[in-house]
């Protein structure tokens, strides 16, 4: 298994950047694609990017593509969400994901394993 502790969270003015960090344990962390979800209070948990094992292939939701770039470190074992122009919609709880599946996927119940989670916060 692999455990995720997510960072770099925090308080931003709208039209900000901010650099999501996840660290993972273990040494197969190569072995799993991992995602970006996140989720406001009272509403349900939902998709933001998608990166394979090696990297090579990401995907995005529609509401930040353009704006949002998720990249690895296989060697430092860390999955980054680097998040730019943000908007006071993009305020949650950012989550990161790992699935062993080579398969794209935007639903948080095929991901086997989660972190705690990590607040970011989009003034107007």
């Known amino acids: 298994q692999v455990q995720l502790v997510e960072s770099g969270g925090g308080l931003v003015q709208a039209g900000g950047s901010l650099r999501l960090s996840c660290a993972a344990s273990g040494r197969t962390f190569n072995n799993y694609a991992m995602g970006w979800f996140r989720q406001a209070p009272g509403k349900e948990r939902d998709f933001v990017a998608f990166?394979?094992?090696?990297?090579?292939?990401?995907f995005y939701a529609a509401s930040v593509k353009g704006r949002f770039t998720i990249s690895r470190d296989n060697a430092k074992n860390l999955v980054y969400l680097q998040m730019n122009s943000l908007k006071p919609e993009d305020t949650a709880v950012y989550y990161c994901?790992?699935?062993?599946?080579?398969?794209?996927?935007?639903?948080?119940?095929?991901?086997?394993?989660w972190g705690q989670g990590t607040q970011v916060t989009v003034s107007s």
């Open positions: 990166i394979s094992r090696s990297g090579d292939n990401t």
């Open positions: 994901a790992a699935r062993r599946s080579v398969l794209v996927t935007t639903t948080p119940s095929e991901y086997e394993y």
